[in-house]
């Protein structure tokens, strides 16, 4: 997996453990488990040893493949210095899952965002198939769904540290945002809206747009293009209540209530 040249032994939330399922004991490391490093590492070495042992990821009903790709899988981090064999009972820190036979990788872990004096902590799931662009963010202490998010959303830099605590606090808030997961149909599309709202007493446009296997749509400047902020893509279902939503979120006033151009 050549993690050697992404380890940065000098973070303190870089604790991680791996469970194969049909695998055991579970691997561990002390200073490699950082999501934003590990996640997309695992899920490509995950697709590797699909490739590698059955020549297709979709064979699903072939129990003997998928404990091939498991043991593949294995030996790719038995070969890594960076990991060691642990006792599950032993294990503190972000939590990752292959299951090749349901064919998803799982990640447990926490995020937090600080607002002026106050401090909110989301312990979070992150989940979806390994062969697959979008994965569900869900709260692990009640169950529901926060988001959906795209494989390239999951390898920004500053996506478990700024973005996905963002939207973690805007639905805890705001729990309209999330109250339905976004069909396929929807995240599978592109689109773009122009949208009016009320900025200190007169219209200011904003483009909401996505690309398609994206799990979030992007706020932006329609002159500069510059990004202003994420919202999930369950509001797409109801664009009035994104109007609502929207000077909340950029810290407007009211928004028009009026169709966009």
């Not at 973070?11 to 991680?16: F, M, R």
């Not at 038995?78 to 990991?83: A, M, R």
């Not at 690309?211 to 990004?227: A, F, H, N, S």
């Amino acid at each position: 997996m050549a993690s050697k040249n992404y380890v940065d032994a000098s973070k303190n939330d870089s604790v991680g453990s791996i469970e194969i399922i049909h695998i055991h004991p579970t691997f561990y490391t002390a200073s490699f488990g950082d999501p934003s490093v590990l996640f997309p590492l695992l899920l490509a070495s995950a697709r590797e040893a699909y490739a590698a042992t059955t020549g297709d990821a979709e064979q699903k009903n072939d129990a003997t493949a998928h404990r091939r790709a498991a043991t593949y899988m294995a030996g790719l981090l038995v070969c890594d210095e960076t990991f060691l064999l642990r006792k599950a009972a032993e294990f503190r820190g972000h939590r990752y899952t292959l299951d090749f036979s349901a064919g998803t990788i799982q990640l447990c872990t926490h995020v937090y965002t600080a607002f002026q004096q106050s401090v909110a902590f989301f312990n979070i799931r992150i989940k979806g198939p390994i062969t697959g662009s979008t994965f569900v963010v869900s709260n692990t202490t009640t169950d529901r769904v926060l988001a959906q998010v795209s494989e390239d959303e999951l390898k920004k830099p500053n996506f478990f540290t700024e973005e996905l605590p963002f939207v973690c606090s805007q639905t805890q808030n705001d729990p309209a945002l999330v109250d339905s997961i976004p069909s396929l149909d929807l995240i599978d599309k592109n689109f773009e809206l122009w949208l009016p709202i009320d900025h200190a007493g007169s219209v200011r446009t904003v483009v909401v747009s996505k690309e398609k296997g994206e799990g979030q749509g992007r706020v932006q400047d329609p002159v500069t293009r510059e990004l202003l902020c994420m919202v999930p893509l369950d509001s797409f279902n109801d664009l009035r209540a994104l109007l609502v939503t929207l000077p909340t979120l950029l810290g407007e006033t009211k928004p028009v209530t009026q169709s966009s151009p």
